[in-house]
C-alpha cells in the first residue's frame, strides 16, 4: 500500500467534497418527516437539542423547526422568549409588532421576549423556519 501523507489526505478530502451531489451536504431539514408535533393546522415543531450557553442571562439554548405547508399559519400571544430565526426552505409573512415582514430562504431574524408571535406561509411551498431558543436562567 502506499504511504498517504497529509497533503494526499486532504487533497482526497478536497476532491470527494466535490463528488457530493447537490443539497445533500445542506443543513439537517425535516419539511417532509412526519416527527415532531403540529401547533396549528399544517404546522409542526421539531426539537432538535437544548443545551447550557455561556451567552450572560440565558441558560440554555434550544435549536428547533418549525414547518408550515403553504397556507398555513400560527397566531400566538406572544414570544415566551428571545429569539434568533432563520428561513431554512420558503417564505413566511411574519408581524413581529412593527408590521408584516416577508423573510424568504436564506434570510435572519431575532425576536424580542412579549413581541408578537404570528406567521403564514406565503409561498407556494413548504416554508422552514429554524429557530434557536434564548431560554433564561
Known sequence: ME???????LLSIAVASTLVPAGRAAAQSSGSAPEGREIAPGVRRVEY??????????KTVLLRDTIY?????TSGASM???M??????????VDTGSGDNVYKKGDVWSCAKGMPERSKNTGSTVAIMRVIDLLPT
Do not use: F, W
Not at 437539542?49 to 440565558?58: D, F, G, Q, S, W
Not at 405547508?69 to 399559519?73: F, R
Open 84 to 93: 434568533v430565526c432563520h428561513m431554512l426552505e420558503g417564505e413566511l409573512t
Open 3 to 9: 504511504h498517504l501523507n497529509r497533503r494526499h489526505a
Open 49 to 58: 437539542t437544548k443545551r447550557e450557553t455561556a451567552i450572560p442571562n440565558y
Open 69 to 73: 405547508q403553504p397556507g398555513a399559519s
Open 80 to 82: 415566551a422568549n428571545d
